[in-house]
């Protein structure tokens, strides 16, 4: 099981490994400029901008709704696909408190539509609204990793590479400049995301790469990997600016999830993309308007 602490929420549905999160109100301190006080200014500038840059599109594309398709393979060692599943979905941002969560809102599952979803979606926002923030961020991730096979994973791979960026997370970082951006490796425990096997829970440390825009702030791509004993990530998510809404929106990610140091096991893969994107309004006292599909 792993488990994991940023932007998003957790859920312990499975025994086998997980990626889930636990949503946390994090306050930043004077601790938030001690990784970059190690490096030298122009590389804090960076950071700083793309900062500022991930509070800006987290604000901007909350107001966003995109189509996610998505599909999940089971992989054996021998590279045979033991199960497939394709999911179209709209994803969106959600605020609870002062986190901001991912939302996979799934409309079908291997080309069928999703039975009682808009009564699941008004029980989860509107029923769920006098809950605790933890709670909450909870039954949003339990809600959008309903349909996953393979590794158990709540992981938001959406948010996850910006909360690397976000003021109250970068200082368990140490950046340094890289040919296209930003590198970066985590060195603070307790880590975003952590692993979890039969109650023994172990730090799973980040590091990978952000290819930034010529502003230097705008996020055109990210990369991460860790490992720990128990479990091998690998996340590659992609952006590019969509016309209708002037922003950069995410447009593929692949996901990769391994038991380390079994020979055996099978692999679980997550190529997503995604696109038509659209501006929506959700509303909160009585009623709730769905994002459909046009």
């Not at 096997?197 to 980040?206: A, I, P, W």
């Not at 055996?264 to 909160?284: C, G, I, L, P, Y």
């Amino acid at each position: 099981m792993l488990t994991a602490r940023y932007h998003a929420a957790a859920s312990n549905r499975s025994m086998r490994p997980r990626l889930g999160v636990v949503s946390a109100l994090l306050v930043c301190s004077a601790v938030c400029s001690g990784a970059l006080a190690q490096d030298n200014q122009s590389v804090a500038d960076l950071v700083t901008r793309a900062s500022r840059y991930v509070a800006d599109y987290e604000r901007d594309f909350s107001a966003l709704v995109g189509e996610l398709h998505e599909t999940q393979r089971v992989i054996s060692p021998s590279g045979a696909i033991k199960k497939q599943r394709v999911i179209v979905a709209d994803i969106l941002l959600v605020k609870n408190g002062d986190a901001t969560h991912s939302f996979r809102d799934v409309l079908t599952v291997d080309g069928k539509a999703v039975r009682n979803r808009e009564e699941r979606l008004r029980k989860l926002f509107i029923d769920g609204q006098s809950r605790r923030v933890e709670t909450q961020a909870h039954a949003i991730d339990a809600e959008s990793s309903r349909y996953n096979i393979g590794i158990a994973r709540g992981m938001d791979t959406l948010m996850l590479p910006l909360t690397i960026l976000h003021p109250d997370q970068a200082a368990g970082f140490r950046f340094a400049r890289g040919s296209d951006g930003l590198i970066f490796t985590e060195i603070r425990s307790p880590t975003l995301v952590r692993s979890r096997n039969r109650g023994d829970e172990k730090d799973l440390f980040l590091r990978g790469s952000f290819t930034l825009g010529p502003d230097g702030a705008a996020v055109h791509a990210a990369t991460l990997m860790a490992e720990n004993d128990f479990v091998i990530v690998n996340v590659d998510v992609q952006y590019v600016e969509d016309a209708a809404t002037r922003l950069l929106v995410p447009s593929a990610s692949t996901e990769n999830y391994r038991p380390t140091g079994s020979g055996n096991a099978d692999r679980t893969e997550v190529r997503s993309a995604f696109s038509n994107f659209r501006r929506f309004q959700v509303k909160v006292d009585e009623q709730i308007e769905l994002p459909h599909q046009p």
